[in-house]
C-alpha cells in the first residue's frame, strides 16, 4: 500500500500540464494521474441545504480505490468591498463640512481595508477511467437533491487555484 501525506500539495502544484476529458479541463499531475476539478457551493440560507448529507452522498457513491480530495480555502472576495467602493463614489457631494470629512474618511478606508475572505469547498478528483467521468458527470444530480451546486472549473480557474494554494497572498490580484 502506497504512502501519502495528508494534508500535501507537492502533488497538487507540480503538475505537467492540462488535456481535455469530455467538456472537462483536466490538470496531468506530476505522477500523470489526471485531475478534475469542481467547486461545491450553495445558499445557506435555504432551508433544503444540507451539506453534511450532501458530502456523504459524494464519498458513498465512490468506488473502492479512488481518490476524492475535498479542499476547504479561504479565497479573497473583492466583490464586497468593491461594491461598497461604487456605492461610496455614487453619492452626491456633501453639503456640510462634516459629512465631507465622513465621506472622505470611508474612501480612504475601503481603499486601505484588506480584503474579505469566504470558504470555497473544492473536489479534486484523480480520474480513474472512463467509469470515473460518468461518476463525475453525475455529481450535479446527487448534490442538487442536498441544496448543493457544482461547478466544473475549467483550465483558467484551475490555474487560479493551484496559484492561490502554491503562493496565496492577502491582496487580491487580477490577471
Given at each position: 500500500?502506497?504512502?501519502?501525506?495528508?494534508g500535501s500539495t507537492r502533488t497538487f502544484?507540480?503538475?505537467?500540464?492540462?488535456?481535455?476529458?469530455?467538456?472537462?479541463?483536466?490538470?496531468?499531475?506530476?505522477?500523470?494521474?489526471?485531475?478534475?476539478?469542481?467547486?461545491?457551493?450553495?445558499?445557506?440560507?435555504?432551508?433544503e441545504v444540507r451539506p453534511q448529507e450532501?458530502?456523504?452522498?459524494?464519498?458513498?457513491?465512490?468506488?473502492?480505490?479512488?481518490?476524492?480530495?475535498?479542499?476547504?480555502?479561504?479565497?479573497?472576495?473583492?466583490?464586497?468591498?468593491?461594491?461598497?467602493?461604487?456605492?461610496?463614489?455614487?453619492?452626491?457631494?456633501?453639503?456640510?463640512?462634516?459629512?465631507?470629512?465622513?465621506?472622505?474618511?470611508?474612501?480612504?478606508?475601503?481603499?486601505?481595508?484588506?480584503?474579505?475572505?469566504?470558504?470555497?469547498?473544492?473536489?479534486?478528483?484523480?480520474?480513474?477511467?472512463?467509469?470515473?467521468?460518468?461518476?463525475?458527470?453525475?455529481?450535479?444530480?446527487?448534490c442538487a437533491g442536498f441544496g448543493l451546486?457544482?461547478?466544473?472549473?475549467?483550465?483558467?480557474?484551475?490555474?487560479?487555484?493551484?496559484?492561490?494554494?502554491?503562493?496565496?497572498?492577502?491582496?487580491?490580484?487580477?490577471?
Amino acid at each position: 500500500m502506497a504512502e501519502q501525506t495528508i494534508g500535501s500539495t507537492r502533488t497538487f502544484v507540480l503538475a505537467k500540464g492540462f488535456t481535455q476529458v469530455g467538456s472537462h479541463a483536466v490538470l496531468i499531475g506530476e505522477d500523470d494521474t489526471r485531475r478534475l476539478f469542481a467547486e461545491l457551493y450553495a445558499d445557506p440560507d435555504r432551508p433544503e441545504v444540507r451539506p453534511q448529507e450532501g458530502y456523504q452522498a459524494v464519498l458513498s457513491s465512490m468506488q473502492p480505490g479512488w481518490t476524492l480530495r475535498i479542499l476547504q480555502l479561504f479565497w479573497p472576495d473583492p466583490e464586497p468591498r468593491l461594491e461598497f467602493q461604487h456605492q461610496v463614489q455614487n453619492w452626491s457631494k456633501p453639503g456640510t463640512e462634516g459629512l465631507d470629512i465622513l465621506h472622505q474618511g470611508l474612501t480612504l478606508a475601503i481603499q486601505e481595508y484588506p480584503l474579505p475572505f469566504v470558504r470555497r469547498t473544492v473536489l479534486e478528483f484523480v480520474l480513474p477511467g472512463d467509469e470515473g467521468v460518468a461518476w463525475w458527470e453525475g455529481l450535479s444530480g446527487l448534490c442538487a437533491g442536498f441544496g448543493l451546486r457544482v461547478r466544473y472549473l475549467d483550465q483558467a480557474a484551475i490555474e487560479g487555484l493551484t496559484r492561490w494554494v502554491l503562493n496565496p497572498n492577502l491582496e487580491y490580484r487580477r490577471t
